[in-house]
């Protein structure tokens, strides 16, 4: 069965300062990897998804995410923040075999001034 | 519709009452998901339907929770004999239900708080 490991329960960044959220994920075979951002008061949203192909992907809101089968991570990357992307960062994991999507417990992204 | 759009937004009950909470996914979307959000913690697998089946009901918690989708559309997730541990906003997904990269999109949750 597939896992997500976000191992930074919290992350405080400086607006304009880059950033990089870690995701490690078990899963037996290449997994369909995801991120995804909640604001408060708002729902789930996509940013951004591996499928196969090409490891560095990128995604809405100027992140980016890079696959690395070795290290069986998909860190969430964006060069400059904003203060509005301050927000709850979920890495997901669907297996090959199925449609089931597990989230990891998630990232709270806080931006200071 | 537009959205998936669930319902209702927060729902108040007693210990040991019945609970039922509804979710209308996306039309067309063939694969529906229940999932469970407890405070400061990520979405938890309940349930997954392909049409109106239940294709993986592996994060049910016990036999007091039921989710059925008569007509593969919307779906109901029932909860019997409510405890306080049943507290949590309770999301609901739904994806076009294609093999590979099954992107979920989410309605904006029911609360639920037994006291």
């Known amino acids: 069965a597939q896992s997500v490991t976000q191992p930074d329960i919290h992350i405080t960044v400086s607006e304009g300062a880059s950033l990089e959220l870690r995701c490690n994920y078990s899963?037996?075979?290449?997994?369909?990897l995801f991120w995804y951002v909640q604001s408060p008061g708002q729902g789930l949203q996509l940013l951004l998804k591996?499928?196969?192909?090409?490891?560095l992907v990128q995604g809405i809101k100027g992140f980016e995410a890079e696959f690395k089968r070795s290290q069986s991570s998909f860190n969430l990357r964006k060069p400059s923040v904003h203060w509005s992307d301050a927000a709850e960062y979920f890495c997901?994991?669907?297996?090959?075999?199925?449609?089931?999507?597990?989230f990891g417990a998630g990232t709270r992204l806080f931006v200071k001034a | 519709g537009a959205g998936v759009s669930q319902t209702p937004s927060n729902k108040v009950t007693e210990k040991g009452k019945y609970v039922e909470l509804r979710c209308d996914p996306i039309?067309?979307?063939?694969?529906l998901y229940w999932y469970r959000q407890s405070l400061g913690q990520g979405p938890e697998f309940l349930i997954y339907?392909?049409?109106?089946?239940?294709?993986?009901d592996s994060g049910l918690p016990n036999d007091r929770f039921f989710a059925v989708r008569p007509e593969g559309s919307v779906s109901t997730l029932k909860i019997q004999r409510t405890e306080r541990g049943d507290s949590a906003v309770y999301l609901c997904?739904?994806?076009?239900?294609?093999?590979?990269?099954?992107?979920?999109?989410f309605g904006a949750g029911s609360r639920l708080t037994v006291l």
């Open positions: 591996y499928f196969s192909g090409d490891t």
């Open positions: 997901a994991v669907e297996g090959t075999g199925g449609f089931k999507t597990i």
């Open positions: 039309s067309g979307h063939t694969a």
């Open positions: 339907f392909q049409g109106t089946g239940a294709a993986d």
């Open positions: 899963y037996g075979a290449t997994p369909y």
């Open positions: 997904a739904s994806s076009e239900g294609t093999a590979g990269a099954n992107v979920l999109t």
